[in-house]
Nanobody, 123 residues
Framework: QVQLVESGGGLVQAGGSLRLSCAAS????????MGWFRQAPGKEREFVAA????????SYADSVKGRFTISRDNAKNTAYLQMNSLEPDDTAIYYC????????????????WGQGTQVTVSS
């Protein structure tokens, strides 16, 4: 089992920044690719970003490319999502997820999920 706990969400004005953290425990963190997903009210969960086990490979949804940066610190068992130039459309619950070995943009390929953290961007 892998337990994931997100933190860092909150209320921010458009144009502002937030950094989300995802603390992992239970299994060897460096064996898992990490992903960030989000779900806005009335919408389906969507892919935001993913990072490989070593951090050497990342991928992003087109909607966040150039504004968000995913990273990880395997020594701290933590993944991060730095979000800059936030827009009202970024308002959602943000979830981190873990998948053995390789990353993916498909939510159903992730086995472990955190409880989510709310991000609200005001205009």
């Amino acid at each position: 089992q892998v337990q994931l706990v997100e933190s860092g969400g909150g209320l921010v004005q458009a144009g502002g920044s937030l950094r989300l953290s995802c603390a992992a425990s239970g299994r060897t963190f460096s064996n898992y690719a990490m992903g960030w997903f989000r779900q806005a009210p009335g919408k389906e969960r969507e892919f935001v970003a993913a990072i490989s086990t070593t951090g050497g490979s990342t991928s992003y949804a087109d909607s966040v490319k150039g504004r968000f940066t995913i990273s990880r610190d395997n020594a701290k068992n933590t993944a991060y999502l730095q979000m800059n130039s936030l827009e009202p459309d970024d308002t959602a619950i943000y979830y981190c997820a873990a998948r053995a070995w390789s990353g993916s943009s498909l939510s159903y390929e992730y086995r472990y999920w955190g409880q989510g953290t709310q991000v609200t961007v005001s205009s």
